[in-house]
Structure formats: structure tokens, C-alpha cells
């Protein structure tokens, strides 16, 4: 694994500081929000990532498991299994192209090894490359998720929309697969990122290298769409799908392949699968998942949301010129850019005193990552809005006493 | 193999499915209710308008659909209704304003309308497709959004009309979600959706018993009670004008409006008359016999027969093995007694009017609160006279809140032979249980917030000549308001941006998305 760099280091502690400090025990949690030991409310734009894209404990995803269990277990992985069938199936028709075959996992770590290995497997080759924004690209981890030693050396990291030296590389290095995160690519106009993804494609295409895109962040509706690559026409050789899909109820993630990318299981159909990757009743919830998802009620709701925060962003921006120096939006996958890491750090500290929860960006330290769920209501959305009006008030005065030009 | 998480676990009847069900369409109409609040008086005219013409072309059309479907009322009557609950209804309203800001500088008050936010529609079987566009028209009138639920005889139709109205009601530029309706409605889910926290107020149009669940359910609900109009023809009214009244207003369609006359009651000294003139007009009048035989096949043990609902009087005649001649309108069934034990005097949704001959106006009067006594409290009655003093005295004493006069009572009372407000929700206030005593308008679903100046003369009140009816509350300040945010469901966001040149940045982009997600409102 590369050195984690100083500034990443500062943040973390930061992060790690200010949580401590706000005594974030959580006691419970419901729909959006979270209460610690001390029954103080915290609004969750956390999300883990989107992992409660649904809310904390939707009552039908509590319902469906709870129910499931009357009929279902694990699962003996040894065997096929209808709840896995049918999720699969599920992914199946939901996905473009023909992305069609569904490996199991119980975490997303393990989704991604399982993607890695697979296009090893298939290409015969090693090398992973992971595709960023390239305003973070030095200070990003290559998705390496492993503790292997000796593998580190075969990831590595590019800017997504530096194609020629993507071909450099495709054509010096042993390149296995790209790896395409698209919440990374959100700050780019995105009718360059939909014709610098169709040049990757075209160019793994060239180079027998598979197209991995990990939609674990910005899938079930987060982008605006069901999954990102919807928005570009993008079909990718292996599809990762995590977080939101356990409903944060039970843990599953999903590895989801092409007829090419999936000819490595032919022969040995269980060689792939973990005991605990697939359980049934994690299948249930993210079927179930995948249902709300679905609903016309749903999809016309995110686009209010994600709307609403165009709109209000745009404006907060506009009353915060210095401290908020640009907002990357798609769907609800939001990104709010600060002007460094010292402001970022006191933004998202003043967000936690005034009870909102955000996300520190892990490759970027000025950028805060700001989730809604797709199912939050107007009332609460505004909520948040009326406090991160606030939090910019504090953070912009703060900042203008050093800073004159952080000031509003 | 179907994926349906249903054919593995199925959770869908249960009632955490159903309120999460009815929350997600609550949900989706609170954020187009927000939306479409903020819209301005113009705004509001166009899409309504739009609406009402587009539902005033489909009249016919839905008329002959909702008949086919429920087997209830006639073909041209609802036609005629159809078309009085869309441009009729606007054209009543035309002058009223649900939208802008008043301005009182003597009493140095300002109102401002706020729309109720989401309103949950019941939508009966008998008069489907006129209810709906009614409902629609009102939430669309005062800015509100509105989760219709058709009644399962009228399921099609119903929904049909809705999916139309709300297309048109969004082409016109109103927001996404702002008419929804329930495609497979059943009791616990239309109790999830009366019981949710995000339901402002319940328009409960139907059967008593939807009616007081609505009543029982926690929220606001402006509902209506059954009717059982008393019809009383004086001796001072011109008779041959009552009798055509009584005649037009029992036979249109087929009296499925609650609204109709259910017992004629008269005077001796004029009923060989009216008799007379109620046969001219098309009535076929019973005698002992024929009344039983109507009287055995409206009324079972269990009560009304729903059979007859809304048929015309030949078919009645001749399920009940009366022969009648075919021209015949209503069936007229003299009784001797009003009250429980005479079923004839409670309400039938057909056209069969009971005739009792009181021998004083004083005990006619008494009758008719008799009757309303069993069933009709807080609706409608009627009334043929010309003596002052008998109106005055009728109206005074019958537990109605409309008295229809010399006027058919079908149509008089819903507002659309009379000038009362048309409606299709009759509210029965105190006498009838309800919250509302009026013909249910737009402005039983605003409410408007008082701006109060002190009295004292040295507080001036102050200069609101620019705030015209198209002004929009968040163009007032420079500053932006945190809490007043313009946004639509249409326009997609940042991830399909127009087609820019190379040269345009991307915050000048999302400049433009803001903006065109702010214009989608000024359409």
C-alpha cells in the first residue's frame, strides 16, 4: 500500500478528533437521523456512503427481514439458492448490456478483490489501475483493499481523463483493469466525462483490459439515475454494487459480470463464493432494495431532492463566494469544495456542533462529501440547508480572522 | 422465474408495507406540493385552465366509461356533470383569487393564502369521473397536492382520468407529483394513507362508513354525510313547474347524486293537482300494490339493494314486476308513514321518490325533519312555494344547510341550478357530523396568514402596490432567503446538462441548470 500522505494523515485525525469530541457514541438511529448515548440528534448526510441511502432501519426492509427469516437462513453456499437466483436475476434486469452473472460477496472489500482477481484471471495479466479526479490524484489510494505485500506494486493510479497516458501504460505495463469510481469524476463537465469514458472503453477494449466501474457509492439512484453509468451510456465489464444494497440491514455486495468477464467460472460454478457472501437474507433485503429503488415515487422524489440542492447550493455558494469555492453535484452524490483543508476541517466540525453529519473526503482533504437519501423529505432537507447556512456563517468568520478573503 | 421479492417473502399486505407504500406517494406530493405553493397567480390560472379544458373535452367520453364500468347513472347527465365540474367550476371561481396576497389598509391587515399541502381524495363510485376533476380542480385552484383514491367499481375510469388530468396539469407546467392516484386501492391502505402524518386534510367524498373513518383517522378531514332530501310542494307553488322540477331533478342520472329527493311530501288540497302534472311530466305513480312490490325489491334484509343504483325507473319497474309504460321517468311510491319502519322514506340512490300527504304545513314541516331525522341530517331539502312565511318557516325548521327553492334539488344543491358553490362534496356540518356545512369549495383548503398591524393610528400601514398578484414570495428580497428555495421536480440536475459549448465552464453550467430549474416555475 502507498504511504498515506500528510495531509490524509491530518485529516483523519482530524476527523477522528472532532467526532471524539462531539462524544459520537450512537445510541440509536432512525430514518435520517442518528442519536448518541446523550440523546443529541445528529442529521446523517454521512450515509457511510451511501450504505443508508434508505434511511436507518426502513421499516420494510425490517419487515422483509424479519420476515425472511421465518423461510430463510444463510444459506449453505454450496448449493443453489431461489433468493440468490432471484437477485441475481434482479441485477440482471436493472443493468445495461449484458452484464448478466452476479458473484456474491459479504463486504465490499471483498467485491472488489473478487473483481481484481477476476480480470487477472481473465487477461492473464496483473496490474490494476484505479482512475480518479484528477484534482486528487496525488493524494489518492490505488483501490488496492488488500493486505497482500506483493501485490501492491501491480496498482496504480491515473487521472481519469489523462487518456494518453492511460494508453502509455495499457501499452508498457501488464494493466489487468481500470477501476472507475464515478462518484470521483463528479466535478467535470459531463459531457467531457462521457466521451473520456467511452475513449477508456474503446481503449481497454484495444488493450484487452476490463472496465471496472464500482458503483458502490453512486448506484440505487444516488447518481440521479440507477446507476451512473446510466447518465453515459457506459457498459462496463464487471459492475460492482455495495453499500445501499444491504439496505444497512445485512451485509452483501455484489460483483456483477459480462458472458467475457465471467469465463473464468466456467467448470467450477462455487469456486467464486464465500460461505457468508450471498446469504439469503441478505439477498431478501436487497431485493427489496432494489424494489423501492424502483418506484416512480422514488425516482421523481431524488430528482426534487437533488434539484433542491442545485438550487440552494447555488445560492449558498453565491452568499459564500470565498469559503465555498465550488459545489460538484450528480443526483445526490454532492461534493462542497472548500479553499484547504483548514476550512473543510472547521466546516465539518461546525457542522457536527450544529448536529449534521458529513462525510471528510478521503483523497481530497478541502472537499466535504454531502449525502442525502433519496427518500428525505423536504422538511429535513431544508433543515440541513438552514444549519450548513449557519456552519458557513462560523466557518467564514472564523477563517476571516486569519483569512480576510474567507469571509462572506 | 419472476425476481419479485414477493414470490419469496411477501410483505406487501402487511401494514408496515402498506404506510411505507402511502408514505412514498405522500412523500413525492409534500415535495410537489412545496413546489408548486410557491407558484404565482398567472401560473396557477394556466395550468388550471389547461386542466379544465382538457377534462371539458373528455366529458363525453368518461361519462360513457363511468357507465359502462359501474352500471350507475346516464351517459348524457354525466356528461353534463363532467362538464359542469371543469370549465363550469373555473368559470364559478373565475373571480377568486387562492393565490395572491390581500391588502386591507383599513384595518391594516395583510392575508396571505397557504395551501393545506397534500390532500387525500376519496373518490366515490357514483359520480367518479366529475369528483375527480372536481378534486383536482380545487387542489390545482389552491395550490395544493392531491393523492386521489378512486373507488374499486370506478377503479378504471377513475384512474384513467386522473393519469390524464395529471399529465395535461404537467405539460402545462405544473410539478411532477402534484396529481397522484392509488392504482390498486384497498381499506388498509387507504386508511394508511388517511392516518399518515403527512396527509394535510382528507376531501372524503363516499359511504358513511369511509366517511367517518376518515373523521376517526387524526387528520383534518372536510367529509360529507349521507342524503335523504325532503321535497315539500306547498300549495302556494306553481305546481306543473314543481312537478317538472321534481321529474328533471329524480331522473338525472338516474339519482345517483346524493342530492336528490327522496320523499315528496304535500298537502291534500293540492295533491290531486300535482299528481296530475308529476304524470304529465313523466312520473309513473304506484299503487298499494306496485308500492309493495318496489318497496320488496329496493329493500332487502340487509338493507338497500345496490342493484337498483343508479338504473333507470323502467328496470326497476321491472325487476320489481311493476309494468309501467316506457317512457316513464320515476317511479312515485305513495306511503302512508315516515320513519324507520317505513323503508321507502330512507334514502334510495335511484329514481323512486316516496309521496306522503300531510294534511298541514304544519305537520308537512314536521315530516320532513322526521325524516331527515333517520338519515339526510345536515344535507339537503327542498322546497315549491311562494308564501314567504312557509319558506321561512320550512327552512327554519328542517336540519339542513341548503334549502333548495322552486329549483330541482339534484342539481340546485350541488350548485349547478342555484348559485351555490358547485360541488361535489356536500358538507352536512353539525346536524350531518361534519366539520363543514357548506358546498366544499377551493377555500376550505386555504388558509390565510394574517399580517395584524397595532391598532394605534401612529402605526402606518405600510406601501404594497408592487406585490400584484404575480408576485412570488422568494423574488421579494435581494438577499436570497436560506428557507425559500425555487425548485421543480422537472429539469434534470447537473448530470445532463444542456448541450454547452466547448468554451463554457462548468460553473457557468450549473448557473444555467439553477436557472432553468428556477424557470421551470415562471412557465
Redesign the interface.
Known amino acids: 500500500m502507498n504511504m498515506i500522505s500528510e495531509p490524509f494523515q491530518r485529516q483523519e485525525t482530524n476527523t477522528q478528533s472532532s467526532i471524539a469530541n462531539a462524544k459520537l457514541a450512537i445510541e440509536r438511529s432512525a430514518g435520517y437521523c442518528l442519536y448518541t448515548v446523550g440523546e443529541k440528534r445528529f442529521i446523517d448526510l454521512h450515509l457511510d456512503g451511501g450504505t443508508f441511502n434508505l434511511g436507518h432501519s ?3 426492509l ?3 427481514l424479519s ?2 427469516t421465518k ?2 437462513d444463510m444459506g449453505n453456499h454450496h448449493f443453489p439458492s ?2 440468490r ?3 441475481a ?2 441485477l440482471t ?1 436493472i443493468t445495461p448490456g449484458d452484464l448478466k452473472y452476479t458473484v456474491y460477496a459479504s463486504s465490499d472489500s471483498e467485491a472488489l478483490e473478487i473483481a481484481y482477481k477476476s480480470a487477472r484471471s481473465v487477461t492473464e495479466k496483473t496490474t490494476i489501475v484505479t482512475l480518479c479526479n484528477p484534482a486528487s490524484v496525488l493524494q489518492a489510494e490505488p483501490a488496492t483493499h488488500t493486505s497482500d505485500q506483493l501485490q501492491e506494486s501491480q496498482f496504480t493510479t491515473l487521472a481519469y481523463n489523462d487518456s494518453a497516458s492511460l494508453e502509455q501504460l495499457f501499452k508498457q505495463a501488464n494493466v489487468a483493469a481500470v477501476v472507475l469510481d464515478p462518484c470521483n469524476l463528479i ?5 467531457d466525462i462521457q466521451k473520456v469514458l467511452l475513449l477508456i472503453k474503446q481503449l481497454c477494449s484495444n488493450y484487452n483490459v476490463l472496465l471496472i466501474v464500482n458503483e458502490m457509492r453512486s448506484g440505487l439512484m444516488r ?3 440507477m446507476w451512473a453509468i446510466d ?1 453515459y451510456g457506459l457498459i462496463p465489464d464487471i459492475l460492482l454494487v455495495g453499500k445501499g444494497i444491504s439496505g444497512g440491514l445485512y451485509p452483501i455486495s455484489c460483483c456483477i459480470f459480462t458472458e467475457k468477464s465471467s469465463s473464468w467460472m466456467t467448470g467450477c460454478a462455487v469456486q467464486h463464493i464465500a460461505t457468508t457472501g450471498g446469504a439469503e437474507l441478505g439477498c ?1 433485503v436487497a ?2 432494495v432494489l ?2 429503488c424502483q ?1 416512480g ?2 425516482v ?2 431524488v ?6 440542492y ?3 447550493l ?3 455558494q ?2 459564500f463566494r470565498q469559503l465555498l469555492i ?2 460538484r ?3 445526490v452524490v454532492i461534493e462542497l469544495v472548500y479553499p484547504d483543508s483548514q476550512s473543510a476541517t472547521l466546516m465539518f466540525d461546525n457542522l457536527i456542533t450544529l448536529g449534521v453529519l458529513v462525510l471528510r473526503s478521503t483523497t481530497e482533504p478541502k472537499v466535504l462529501q454531502f449525502n442525502p437519501g433519496i ?1 428525505m ?2 422538511a429535513l432537507c ?1 433543515e440541513v ?2 444549519r450548513l ?1 449557519i456552519a458557513s456563517e462560523h466557518t467564514a468568520a472564523k477563517r476571516s480572522l486569519s483569512r480576510t478573503e474567507a469571509g462572506k | ?1 419472476n ?3 414477493a ?3 411477501d ?1 406487501s399486505k ?1 401494514p ?2 402498506l ?2 407504500a402511502a408514505e ?2 405522500l ?2 406530493a ?3 406540493g ?2 408548486y405553493s410557491q407558484f404565482n397567480s398567472s401560473q396557477v390560472d394556466k395550468i388550471t385552465k389547461a386542466v379544465a379544458d382538457a377534462a371539458y373535452e373528455r366529458a363525453e367520453h368518461y361519462a360513457q366509461w363511468a357507465v359502462k364500468e359501474t352500471g350507475f347513472g346516464v351517459t348524457k347527465d354525466k356528461t353534463l356533470k363532467n362538464q359542469l365540474a371543469s370549465r363550469g367550476l373555473l368559470d364559478h371561481y373565475k373571480d377568486q383569487n387562492f393565490v395572491s396576497a390581500r391588502f386591507n389598509d383599513r384595518d391594516k391587515i395583510i392575508e396571505l393564502p397557504k395551501p393545506a399541502g397534500v390532500i387525500f381524495a376519496l373518490i366515490p363510485s357514483t359520480n367518479p369521473v366529475a369528483t375527480v376533476y372536481f378534486k383536482v380542480l380545487l387542489a390545482l385552484m389552491t395550490r395544493n397536492a392531491v393523492v386521489m383514491s378512486p373507488h374499486p367499481a370506478a377503479r378504471e375510469c377513475s384512474g384513467d382520468a386522473i393519469a390524464y388530468l395529471a399529465k395535461v396539469a404537467e405539460e402545462a407546467g405544473a410539478p ?2 402534484i396529481i ?1 392516484v392509488i392504482s390498486k386501492p384497498n381499506i388498509p391502505l387507504v386508511d394508511a394513507f388517511m392516518r399518515s402524518e403527512k396527509t394535510a386534510v382528507i376531501l372524503a367524498t363516499g359511504g358513511n362508513p369511509m366517511v367517518r373513518a376518515a373523521y376517526s383517522s387524526s387528520n383534518p378531514a372536510l367529509g360529507v354525510g349521507p342524503g335523504n332530501a325532503p321535497v315539500f310542494v306547498d300549495k302556494s307553488a306553481d305546481l306543473n313547474a314543481a312537478a317538472q322540477h321534481i321529474i328533471a331533478s329524480k331522473s338525472f342520472d338516474n339519482s345517483v347524486l346524493c342530492t336528490s329527493e327522496s320523499v315528496l311530501i304535500t298537502l291534500n288540497e293540492c295533491q290531486a293537482e300535482l299528481s296530475t302534472a308529476l304524470e304529465k311530466a313523466g312520473a309513473f305513480l304506484c299503487n298499494q300494490e306496485e308500492t309493495d312490490a318496489v318497496r320488496r325489491y329496493l329493500f332487502h334484509q340487509r338493507g338497500f339493494n345496490i342493484e337498483a343504483i343508479g338504473r333507470d325507473a323502467t328496470w326497476i319497474a321491472e325487476q320489481a314486476g311493476v309494468k309501467v309504460p316506457p317512457s316513464s321517468k320515476i317511479l312515485i311510491t305513495p306511503i302512508q308513514r315516515i320513519g324507520p319502519e317505513e323503508k321507502l322514506s330512507k334514502e334510495k340512490l335511484c329514481p323512486v321518490l316516496g309521496m306522503f300527504i300531510a294534511s298541514s304545513r304544519q305537520q308537512a314541516i314536521s315530516l320532513a325533519r322526521q325524516q331527515l331525522r333517520m338519515s339526510g341530517a345536515g344535507h339537503s331539502a327542498a322546497l315549491h312555494a311562494r308564501d314567504e312565511k312557509v319558506i321561512m318557516a320550512y327552512a327554519q325548521a328542517v336540519e339542513v344547510y341548503r334549502v333548495i327553492l322552486n329549483a330541482p334539488c339534484s342539481q340546485g344543491a350541488a350548485g349547478f341550478a342555484t348559485n351555490l358553490a358547485p360541488s361535489f362534496t356536500i358538507g352536512t356540518g353539525y346536524f350531518g357530523r361534519s366539520s363543514v356545512g357548506e358546498n366544499v369549495g377551493p377555500k376550505h383548503l386555504v388558509h390565510w396568514t394574517r399580517v395584524a398591524y397595532a391598532k394605534e393610528s401612529s402605526e402606518i400601514f405600510g406601501n404594497f402596490d408592487n406585490f400584484n398578484t404575480d408576485y412570488n414570495a422568494a423574488d421579494l428580497t435581494d ?2 432567503p ?2 425559500n ?5 422537472q ?7 444542456p ?2 459549448q466547448d468554451s463554457v ?3 457557468d ?3 444555467m ?2 436557472e432553468e ?2 424557470n421551470a416555475l415562471k412557465r
Open positions: 426502513h421499516p420494510e425490517v419487515e422483509v420476515q425472511a423461510r430463510f431461489m433468493a437466483d432471484a437477485l436475476q434482479a434486469d466535478g467535470s463537465k459531463s459531457t447518481s440521479g439515475k447518465h431478501i431485493l427489496k424494489e423501492i418506484r415515487e422514488v421523481s422524489t430528482q426534487y431532492i437533488a434539484n433542491f442545485t438550487v440552494a447555488h445560492d449558498l453565491n452568499n465550488e459545489v453535484q450528480q443526483g427518500l423529505s423536504q431544508e440547508l438552514n447556512h | 422465474m425476481t419479485s421479492v414470490n419469496l417473502v410483505i402487511s408496515i408495507a404506510c411505507s412514498s406517494m412523500e413525492r409534500n415535495w410537489a412545496q413546489s411532477s407529483g397522484q438577499e436570497k436560506v428557507t428555495i425555487h425548485y421543480s421536480e429539469n434534470p440536475p447537473s448530470s445532463t446538462p448541450q454547452t465552464n462548468e460553473s453550467i450549473r448557473r441548470i439553477v430549474i428556477r
